[in-house]
């Protein structure tokens, strides 16, 4: 089986499942503070950041420090839990499929599942800052480009954490334990950002690449910048990684 038509037959799995409804209600819930405090953006002047692009950046922080990683950490285990429930993990490792491409096919799925959430985060936004803008009688919308660019960054940023937490749903068989697992690892991102070796937690990458951008955006505020080294070695190395051993271990106790 070619791995295109097994990555299809992941989708399949899903259109059935919940995963797609808990993430769009997660990116609709996200921008509800941000409309009833629109008028907050207006303070921000010390900063020297415009009160549309404030109203931006600190929604796609919220999403970025915990909404995105959540609503990630729980689509991993229930991508495998719809395999695991039915037991129909067995009849797919019964079938001439290589079990590495298994397993980097669900991961696949679980990238178009970021890259869904995160696309509806940035829709949302554009609804979001249209009622705030009749609220205020301001103009909180963004051009699009900019707005999807900086979606896009945290997207990308976001593959090292992602393989982090599909390695967790594969080696950790209790859901609980991996979500809790998963959750836990989310919470010490906003203070590792600040150290010199953030670089080397996933779980930081899409807060601080968006935290960054808060520093060129706002002109009397200083926030660490970007540096692609060490970085993205750093982050490529932990990607392979975290895939490798997913791969190594998706099926092992099912075919026991």
Do not use: H
């Amino acid at each position: 089986m070619k791995f295109f038509s097994l990555v299809s037959i992941e989708f399949k799995k899903i259109r059935r499942s919940k995963i797609l409804l808990i993430l769009m209600v997660a990116a609709i819930i996200l921008w509800l503070p941000s409309i009833f405090n629109a008028d907050l953006n207006f303070g921000m002047q010390a900063e020297g950041i415009s009160p549309e692009n404030n109203f931006l950046i600190q929604g796609f922080m919220g999403m970025a420090w915990f909404m995105f990683p959540a609503s990630m950490v729980v689509s991993t285990v229930l991508l495998n839990m719809t395999e695991r429930s039915n037991k129909g993990i067995l009849k797919m490792l019964s079938l001439p499929i290589a079990t590495a491409e298994l397993c980097l096919a669900k991961f696949v799925v679980l990238l178009a599942l970021a890259a869904f959430q995160i696309l509806m985060t940035a829709l949302m936004y554009f609804v979001s800052a249209g009622i705030a803008s009749q609220m205020q009688d301001y103009n909180f919308i963004l051009q699009p480009l900019f707005v999807f660019k900086e979606a896009g960054l945290i997207f990308v940023s976001a593959i090292p954490m992602l393989a982090f937490f599909w390695l967790l749903s594969v080696c950790i068989k209790t859901p609980i334990f991996s979500i809790g697992i998963g959750l836990a690892s989310i919470v010490p991102s906003v203070l590792i950002i600040n150290t010199k070796a953030w670089f080397t937690y996933p779980m930081s990458y899409p807060f601080f690449v968006i935290t960054s951008e808060y520093g060129k955006l706002a002109t009397n505020l200083d926030t660490a910048q970007v540096e692609f080294i060490p970085w993205t070695p750093v982050a490529i190395v932990i990607t392979i990684l975290c895939l490798s051993v997913s791969c190594l271990r998706f099926g092992q106790a099912e075919r026991r």
